[in-house]
């Protein structure tokens, strides 16, 4: 956006201390002292200014600090459309989410590795998404190597009000869900998991085993062997992901809770399969994508409007994803899950788009276009032929077949194979033979001829 003379940055600094209720003229008050600090380029180019101010008036009275924060949101709103500088596209909808710090940023440039934070908001996200009740939450998180444990409500301790996680070898240190993402709280979660009296008690005993496990250092319970998903999976998720696809175009982006559930749906789902294609803790394109999905997921509730959005068979395919890997079978079955995930992120760009959104809307087109290529080209390629919005596998196997210029021939049955139809093989004539093998006859020598 360039850089500001002394003189616009004080024009700034002014105008955002009487938006804050600093000065005089805003509050009627005493003034509050301030000075404001032009420190010039950062390290990625961007001028700026540091403001110390006082939290004593001049006449000794404190300064009232209750909102501050949002107070100073619609100040930074009002000057960057004032000043016509690059306006944070997230702020209107609360869809801004925490930053890495400097410390993280250091770490993480050091070690190679994503920093933790990242790493456990994708795992927490995939066990979320694979979850329909709070105890197979849990469940899944101790499963992937993640420490959990519970934060019981003020002055109670039967009452789970948050939970923290942790990677294991890191010590005591551990973040709270709303750390690790807006979405990812424990309330918000279970607004989006069955309420019933059974998944209470059910929660409420995996709450104390992974208390117990934590405190006590207990190892992570052994994962589950998940076996490569069948046609049949493939089949009921890709229709489910079809039929999530054809309700969205029902929804008016005005709708913001229900877009937000489904970018939260979609983003556990390129996450599951990100953890299992590209790693635990070295993320892909896929990855990516599921990073920049999961910012329209970030609305704030006070800025939520419209009904929810189900989840029917958004767990199954979240589960679905978290079997899929570099080396898996079903390529055909993967191949029409990829098309389904984007066209749902097709349709999660369009709405972006309306909220203008569009910087947002920019990553997840070049996540789609640009990001998956390779991932798209590693599985075969649907044919033209096949027309139908969902096909089934075994509708794709047989077009690619067709395409290739005939129908393999299937594998040969185990055992000794019984043909449909007898033919007797031709016999030789045993006359015929022989006489073919006879020796020659020697006749007597003839008198008066000689030989």
């Not at 209750?66 to 709103?77: F, L, M, S």
């Not at 008016?252 to 996450?271: C, G, K, R």
């Not at 395409?403 to 033919?423: H, M, V």
Request: hydrophobic letters at 35%; one cysteine or more.
């Amino acid at each position: 956006d360039g850089q500001f003379t002394d003189d616009q940055w004080a024009e700034v600094a002014g105008t955002f201390m009487d938006k804050m209720g600093f000065s005089a003229k805003a509050s009627g008050r005493s003034a509050t002292p301030w000075v404001a600090v032009h420190h010039g380029l950062s390290k990625n180019g961007n001028d700026h200014i540091h403001l110390v101010v006082s939290m004593v008036r001049e006449d000794g009275t404190y300064v009232d600090t209750h909102n501050d924060r949002i107070k100073a949101q619609k100040a930074c709103r009002h000057l960057e459309t004032a000043y016509g500088v690059r306006q944070v596209e997230g702020r209107p909808h609360g869809l801004a989410s925490h930053g890495l710090s400097a410390a993280e940023q250091q770490i993480s440039a050091r070690t190679g590795r994503e920093p933790s934070r990242v790493t456990l908001e994708r795992t927490v996200r995939t066990a979320a998404g694979m979850a329909s009740t709070e105890a197979q939450f849990i469940t899944h998180l101790r499963e992937m190597g993640v420490r959990v444990a519970p934060y019981f409500a003020q002055g109670r301790n039967d009452v789970i009000a948050g939970y923290k996680v942790g990677l294991r070898g890191e010590g005591e240190r551990m973040f709270g869900g709303g750390h690790l993402s807006r979405d990812l709280t424990l309330p918000r979660l279970r607004e989006r998991w069955e309420d019933t009296a059974q998944g209470h008690t059910d929660a409420a005993a995996a709450w104390r085993t992974a208390d117990r496990a934590d405190r006590t250092g207990q190892p992570a319970p052994r994962a589950p062997v998940r076996t490569a998903p069948s046609n049949a999976d493939f089949d009921r998720v890709n229709r489910a992901l079809y039929e999530q696809r054809e309700r969205l175009r029902s929804i008016e982006p005005e709708n913001t809770q229900a877009w937000a559930d489904v970018a939260q749906d979609t983003a556990a789902i390129l996450s599951a399969w990100s953890r299992q294609y590209e790693g635990a803790t070295t993320p892909g394109p896929i990855g990516q994508a599921a990073a920049d999905v999961r910012k329209l997921g970030q609305i704030r509730r006070c800025t939520a409007q419209g009904p929810r959005h189900p989840r029917f068979g958004m767990a199954d395919a979240a589960t679905l994803a978290y079997t899929l890997n570099s080396g898996g079978q079903g390529k055909v079955g993967q191949a029409i899950f990829l098309r389904q995930l984007l066209n749902t992120m097709k349709a999660i760009h369009d709405a972006a788009v309306s909220m203008r959104q569009l910087r947002l809307a920019q990553s997840i087109a070049h996540s789609a276009r640009t990001g998956l290529t390779e991932l798209r080209n590693s599985l075969p390629t649907i044919p033209e032929t096949v027309t139908a919005p969902c096909p089934t596998v075994a509708q794709v196997h047989a077009a690619i077949h067709a395409q290739q210029g005939g129908i393999t021939a299937p594998a040969a049955p185990l055992g000794r194979p019984i043909p449909n139809r007898i033919t007797p093989t031709p016999q030789p004539d045993p006359v015929a033979t022989a006489v073919r093998r006879r020796p020659p006859t020697q006749l007597p020598p003839t008198p008066g001829i000689r030989r």
